[in-house]
């Protein structure tokens, strides 16, 4: 089939390379416009515009799938199929009736569980098990299309968001591409999505990943690791903001108040609503990532201290 590949992440990448490295015919990307980045905001092109450049395969870049120029030169490229991995834009109806089997997007979820933007973390988050990737066909309804088909992934005791995602990547890839095979030979139909399990999974917030350390540890644990790499989890200390990576329970301690800090030799733990975690990585504002037991010394805790 004729394919105009749409996404803009890095998570998105692996879907491209394989759908290239199909014998689909990938005739063009569409992706975000350029962005500003690092600190000298600088326009730099998306993971999936670099690659598309890379594979040698023509780049669109809209401000918004609704503009007219762009739909027409999307017809122009007359698409079989558009498949859809993390494009970060609302489609249109005008756009969505263009390709002859519509738009397949690869959501990293077990439909209908998790619709919406953040799915890998809200199941993290949740303390599921298990999560997987589905393949659909976008509908103007949100992640509620039909689907193809889904793939199963275990969830690991420490995974975080980012060590997650990256496995449902590179899994979700081959499912992309045995999904469009399927449509290709008439093999695969899809089906409805189930109307009892549904769930949602909004985008988090920087204000969503401030650590509440009057939650359970359980809980804390899952918060970090949710929000780990973005946005990243924080807490305060004297004021400061301080980023705070994966932490691990520590149950042979004994009982701290929430947020209270004590640091050890080779340890910095803080105080949860059920027993202690021992902290991992943190990093406050302006310095790279450290140990915590490094950070304690550098800023040289007194007795008492505390993360609000």
């Given at each position: ?163 997650l995602l990256a496995r449902l990547a590179e899994g979700g890839a081959g499912l992309l591409v045995a999904t469009l095979d399927g449509i290709e030979d008439g093999s695969l139909v899809a089906r409805p999505q189930q109307e009892e399990g549904v769930s949602f999974a909004p985008k988090i917030t920087v204000e ?42 520590a149950p042979e301690r004994e009982p701290l108040a929430p947020g209270a800090l004590e640091v050890t030799k080779n340890a910095v733990y803080v105080g949860t609503a059920t027993v202690p975690v021992r902290l991992g990585e943190v990093k406050a504002h302006g310095r790279k990532l450290m140990g915590a037991a ?15």
């Amino acid at each position: 089939m004729r394919l105009v590949f749409a996404g803009t992440p890095e998570v998105a990448v692996p879907s491209l390379d394989a759908l290239a490295g199909s014998h689909h015919e990938v005739v063009a990307v569409v992706t975000r416009p350029d962005a500003p980045a690092g600190r000298g905001r600088r326009l730099v092109a998306s993971p999936v515009a670099l690659r598309a450049e890379e594979l040698g395969i023509p780049v669109l870049k809209p401000e918004h799938p609704r503009d007219p120029e762009f739909q027409d030169a999307l017809r122009n490229l007359r698409p079989d199929c558009c498949p859809v991995v993390a494009y970060g834009a609302l489609l249109p109806q005008s756009a969505l009736d263009i390709p002859v089997h519509g738009w397949v997007n690869l959501h990293f979820s077990a439909l209908p569980a998790w619709r919406g933007a953040a799915p890998v973390q809200h199941s993290l988050w949740a303390g599921d098990e298990v999560t997987g990737a589905t393949t659909f066909r976008i509908v103007k309804e949100l992640d509620a299309g039909p689907t193809f088909g889904v793939m199963t992934e275990r969830i690991r005791p420490d995974d975080t968001a980012g060590e997650l995602l990256a496995r449902l990547a590179e899994g979700g890839a081959g499912l992309l591409v045995a999904t469009l095979d399927g449509i290709e030979d008439g093999s695969l139909v899809a089906r409805p999505q189930q109307e009892e399990g549904v769930s949602f999974a909004p985008k988090i917030t920087v204000e969503d990943a401030r650590v509440d350390w009057s939650e359970p540890a359980v809980a804390v644990d899952r918060r970090i690791r949710a929000c780990t790499p973005g946005p990243g989890a924080w807490s305060t200390h004297d004021g400061e903001r301080i980023k705070i990576g994966p932490v691990a329970t520590a149950p042979e301690r004994e009982p701290l108040a929430p947020g209270a800090l004590e640091v050890t030799k080779n340890a910095v733990y803080v105080g949860t609503a059920t027993v202690p975690v021992r902290l991992g990585e943190v990093k406050a504002h302006g310095r790279k990532l450290m140990g915590a037991a490094d950070w304690a010394r550098g800023v040289r805790l007194e007795p008492g201290a505390r993360f609000a």
